[in-house]
Structure formats: structure tokens, C-alpha cells
């Protein structure tokens, strides 16, 4: 069982800057990736950022250039700076980790969301 506890998320206005952090506790043994999702009302989940453990990182065209997933292997830990923050981004904001048991058998995890609002 891995647990994941986000914090800062909140509300900003349009054109402000936000960082949230997500900590993997409990069944942590080879958690090999954790990113950051997000979910607005009425629309599809989608990948905001995601980092391996190697380092490499993945991001949505729509925050290219204004928001930097890290992380802190050893201490299960991701990172999301959010800078430039537009109204669209307006989101729950979801924590993610992954653990490979073997080669192709995964077990995924999910933080409980938080709320990002960008409002004037």
C-alpha cells in the first residue's frame, strides 16, 4: 500500500505561481515514476507532468515553458512549480505514483486531489 499527501494547492490570481508537493509513504519499494494530473468538471483527466526516477520528464504542450516537475528519489517526493498560472489551469490537481513489480506489472496509486483555482 503506498499512500501519497499533496500540499499548495489554492487559489492564485492570473498570472501567479503556485507549488505543490507530493509525498509517497508506506509500500514505497521500486516506485519508478510519480507525475501530476488534473481534472476539471465535465472534462477528461489529463497528464500535466510526469518524472522517472531516472530523471526524465514529460509534460502537456499547455504548460511547456511555464511549469518544472522535480523530484527527490530519495525521499519520494515530486515537485510541481507552477508559474504563469492562466484561468484554464483551473483544476483538481492529482498526485500519481508508480510501482513496478516486474517487467509490464504496474501498480498505480493516487493522491486524494487538490484544488487549483486561477481567478481574478
Known amino acids: 500500500q503506498v499512500q501519497l499527501v499533496e500540499s499548495g494547492g489554492g487559489l492564485v490570481q492570473p498570472g501567479g505561481s503556485l507549488r505543490l508537493s507530493c509525498a509517497a509513504s508506506g509500500s514505497i519499494f521500486r516506485l519508478n515514476a510519480m507525475g501530476w494530473y488534473r481534472q476539471a468538471p465535465g472534462k477528461q483527466r489529463e497528464l500535466v507532468a510526469a518524472?522517472?526516477?531516472?530523471?526524465?520528464?514529460n509534460y502537456a504542450d499547455s504548460v511547456k515553458g511555464r511549469f518544472t516537475i522535480s523530484g527527490d528519489n530519495a525521499k519520494n517526493t515530486v515537485y510541481l512549480q507552477m508559474n504563469s498560472l492562466k484561468p484554464e489551469d483551473t483544476a483538481v490537481y492529482y498526485c500519481?505514483?508508480?510501482?513496478?513489480?516486474?517487467?509490464?506489472?504496474?501498480?498505480?496509486?493516487w493522491g486524494q486531489g487538490t484544488q487549483v483555482t486561477v481567478s481574478s
Open positions: 518524472i522517472t526516477s531516472g530523471g526524465s520528464t
Open positions: 500519481h505514483a508508480r510501482r513496478t513489480v516486474v517487467a509490464g506489472m504496474h501498480e498505480d496509486y
